[in-house]
């Protein structure tokens, strides 16, 4: 059996003999497709230190926290004062750094390496990683150390695997709701590496261990590793990890296996991949609140061309939701290293790495419904493309925002290789934004037809402010996204994407014009958008069918409306504009709800 084998980035694109089938040459660029997320200002760079390398290996190297603070964790090359140490980021929900890098690790001797990071909700977070020197005893080992919500370490370094023969590799860290945790790791059981398993250890959340470590898998020929977990806020959890000698029938497979909260296991171990042609390998999972998950993994030629992304969705008793899909449209060569998250309402969004950025390698996006039908096209989400970006890692916070970290090897840092990020909105914000520009005109139709075909919206924004010059509006012909939400006391019941592109044109100096046939825009089919001095700005949008209208609020009301329907335009260039409506400025029945004022 020829089982790929890391390289020395960890997860990397060599995989022993099969590296040469999967370095491609592209000979053209794919076309920028609709883009259903606004990039949160621009992407930017995590290490200060960049002397050397900085790494990221598409693992678990950021997570956040209950108030979309985040932090992240890499390797540094050298900054410790040995060959390899882990340092971390702590930033604020608007990606502004909460004081300076650290560094994570206090045993500096060797090499630290293979980071991963869990935050629980209160913002309290714990970071394992790999030693490779030998502090355990042995040839290597896990270790971890936990911090409190304002980045002060708690405790000390601790050591987390029990058994010191031979290597321990690979860790993974997840908590649940309460900042208990689960740390996960392989264990070779030979010095050649022929004989691994999947091990892992409870602990509360003061980091007191919970029983002792414990085996997960029970096939155990030959190599289990590649293992990562996941907790709902109950503190269930599930490992998956991939067998490399032919478990499933043919090749490498992706492996699972649940767990109650008390670690007890929750039935047998089970097969992840229903197709098992040639290899499936790097598994992971994610756990929504109330258990149900979706475990994803790459597959060898499934898509017609080399490694592609699949996912399965599974309720939370384990049973399956549903097929394994595909998650990766554009399928030349390798789509490789995904991170999937899940937002409360059973929506995804992926991420990996393809090599489409027209340089090298890129990393890719696509958010998906909770039917698992794409939300947009896959989108890039890297825009220095020089070299490669790679390795990506995500996490999304509870109001829908998700950030990207990647490796770069290109020197965009300045000297080798660096870790940068990009912050993401996948949606309209929960509530209204208390920032936007007014207008001191407004009017609001919705049309709920019998045939959705026929369902209408119009927005108009008239004698506005907060639009004074065409730059307001960034540019939507090239980049600018605009998202149209809507909400019914407070509460968002409609939202649709028109993206950046073709169907936009600039009109004169004062504004742009979108006209499209409403597919890709969640059917909104015109808008305009023109400027003015504080008081003239125009804001007009137009959509008719495919506009996926909220069902109507009762048998006699469209809304609600026990305060207001408020309409709001949310640009990526970072301004908003809108209006509400009050119950005596509407009228509201069961299939028409028309505002003015």
Not at 232 to 247: K, L, P
Not at 252 to 271: H, K, P, T, V, Y
Not at 554 to 561: I, L, M, R, Y
Request: glycine residues 12%; hydrophobic residues 35%.
């Amino acid at each position: 059996m020829e089982a790929k084998v890391r390289s020395f980035y960890a997860r990397g694109w060599q995989w022993g003999l099969r590296a040469a089938a999967l370095f491609v040459v592209l000979f053209a660029r794919p076309a920028v497709q609709a883009q259903s997320f606004f990039a949160i200002g621009a992407e930017f760079q995590v290490n200060t230190f960049t002397t050397g390398n900085q790494y990221v290996f598409g693992w678990r190297e950021v997570s956040t926290d209950g108030n979309g603070n985040f932090v992240v964790a890499w390797r540094s090359d050298f900054q410790d004062g040995e060959y390899g140490g882990v340092f971390a980021q702590r930033y604020d929900s608007n990606g502004a750094p909460l004081g300076s890098e650290f560094q994570v690790n206090s045993s500096t001797l060797g090499n630290q390496t293979y980071p991963a990071v869990a935050a629980d909700p209160a913002g309290n977070f714990v970071v394992v990683w790999q030693d490779d020197y030998g502090v355990d005893g042995d040839a290597g080992g896990i270790f971890g150390q936990r911090f409190s919500s304002n980045g002060a370490a708690a405790g000390s370094e601790f050591q987390i695997n029990a058994n010191t023969v031979y290597g321990q590799e690979y860790p993974f860290v997840e908590t649940d709701a309460d900042g208990d945790f689960v740390v996960v790791w392989a264990s070779a059981a030979d010095m050649a590496r022929t004989d691994l398993n999947v091990m892992a250890q409870r602990y509360s959340s003061d980091g007191t261990p919970v029983g002792t470590e414990f085996q997960v898998n029970t096939y155990t020929t030959g190599v289990q590793y590649d293992c990562t977990v996941s907790v709902d806020d109950a503190g269930n959890f599930v490992v998956v990890w991939e067998d490399a000698d032919g478990q499933d029938g043919n090749g490498q497979g992706a492996f699972a296996q649940r767990f109650g909260s008390n670690g007890s296991r929750l039935g047998d171990e089970f097969q992840l991949n229903t197709y098992t042609t040639n290899d499936q390998y790097y598994p992971s999972v994610t756990l929504a609140s109330d258990g149900a998950f979706i475990a994803w993994w790459n597959s060898d030629i499934q898509d017609g061309s080399e490694g592609g992304v699949f996912a399965q969705r599974y309720a939370s008793d384990g049973t399956r939701a549903g097929t394994e899909f595909q998650v990766n449209t554009y399928t030349t060569g390798s789509q490789l290293f995904a991170q999937l998250t899940l937002d409360a309402a059973g929506k995804v969004f992926a991420v990996w790495g393809s090599a489409q950025d027209g340089d090298g390698d890129g990393v890719f996006g696509q958010q998906f419904d909770a039917n698992n039908a794409p939300i947009g096209a896959e989108f890039q989400i890297n825009t220095y493309t020089t070299a490669s970006e790679q390795f990506p890692a995500a996490a999304m916070t509870a109001t829908g925002e998700v950030l990207v970290v990647w490796l770069q090897n290109g020197g965009q840092d300045g000297d080798g290789e660096g870790v940068f990020a990009q912050r993401l909105r996948l949606s309209c914000p929960a509530s209204p934004s208390g920032s936007c520009g007014t207008s001191t005109k407004g009017k609001l139709l919705i049309k709920d037809s019998s045939d959705d075909t026929k369902d209408k919206l119009v927005w108009k924004w008239g004698n506005g402010s907060g639009a004074d010059t065409q730059s307001a509006f960034g540019d939507p012909t090239a980049s600018t996204n605009n998202r149209l939400c809507v909400y019914d006391d407070g509460v968002l019941k409609f939202e649709a994407n028109v993206p950046a592109g073709a169907d936009w044109e600039a009109a004169s100096t004062t504004g742009y014009k979108f006209k499209g046939d409403g597919t890709s825009s969640g059917g909104i089919q015109k808008m305009k958008l023109k400027s003015g001095a504080a008081g003239t700005a125009k804001i007009l949008a137009k959509g008719k069918g495919g506009l996926a209208l909220p069902a109507p609020a009762s048998g006699t009301a469209f809304f609600n409306q026990t305060t207001s329907v408020t309409v709001q335009l949310h640009s990526s260039a970072g301004n908003c504009w809108g209006n509400s409506f009050s119950a005596a400025q509407s009228s509201n029945e069961a299939d028409q709800f028309k505002a003015k004022f």
